[in-house]
């Protein structure tokens, strides 16, 4: 199975900060990686698919970047909407696996 | 739009089984797989499996074969995912998914409580 690796599993930040989350798969994966938005209570939603690729009705301060092992989630601008907990998806071989979770709080 | 919903939270007791379903629409059933993903309390995403709608063909990961099941019913767009012998650990939010490029649209999510 591959090992989606996610750090930090939590941090601190400000609104209008730039935060920054990374995760690193044990083996390549190309750019088949999702970032997911969990808020308490409510199911995961998609921010970021094939690595960089916004999902449609995403704010543009969200951005995705890398491909093989490395891959980074940027929230350029953080907003109050934004506390919430990320995950990383690895979709490239079976089975899928996620990164453990970065909850975003509010410093 | 593209919506999945889902039956309702349940209860049950250990060593009981539980059949959530997840209902589609907004596109063509058939032309995406649906994952299932879980959440205990307080934890993170645990992958399950998936079906596909257009052929019933399912794969489902190794920690579930040979007690999760996952059926469809392409006549009322709907999938549907049976966990038997449940413990104590199955206690979760259980989610379907509609896969394109990873998940893209999710479920609500059902409770599943195993108590007791």
């Known amino acids: 199975d591959i090992q989606m690796t996610q750090s930090p599993s939590s941090l601190s930040a400000s609104v209008g900060d730039r935060v920054t989350i990374t995760c690193r798969a044990s083996q390549g994966i190309r750019n088949d990686l999702n970032w997911l938005q969990q808020k308490p209570g409510r199911a995961p939603k998609r921010l970021i698919y094939r690595a960089s690729n916004l999902q449609s009705g995403v704010p543009s301060r969200f951005s995705g970047s890398g491909s093989g092992t490395g891959f980074t989630l940027t929230i350029s601008g953080l907003q109050p909407e934004d506390f919430a907990t990320y995950y990383c998806?690895?979709?490239?071989?079976?089975?899928?696996?996620f990164g453990q979770g970065t909850r975003v709080e509010m410093k | 739009q593209v919506q999945l919903v889902q039956s309702g939270a349940e209860v049950k007791k250990p060593g009981a089984s539980v059949k959530v379903s997840c209902k589609a629409s907004?596109?063509?059933?058939?032309?995406?797989?649906l994952y299932w993903v879980r959440q205990a309390p307080g934890q993170g995403l645990e992958w399950m499996g998936w079906?596909?709608?257009?052929?019933?063909?399912?794969h489902t990961a190794q920690k579930f074969l040979g007690r999760v099941t996952m059926t469809r019913d392409t006549s009322i767009s709907t999938a549907y995912m049976e966990v038997n012998r449940l413990t104590y650990d199955d206690t979760a939010v259980y989610y379907c998914t509609k896969g394109h490029f990873g998940c893209d649209y999710w479920g609500q999510g059902t409770l599943v409580t195993v108590s007791s």
């Open positions: 998806l690895q979709y490239n071989s079976y089975p899928w696996t």
């Open positions: 079906i596909n709608p257009k052929s019933g063909d399912t």
């Open positions: 907004g596109y063509m059933f058939t032309e995406h797989y």
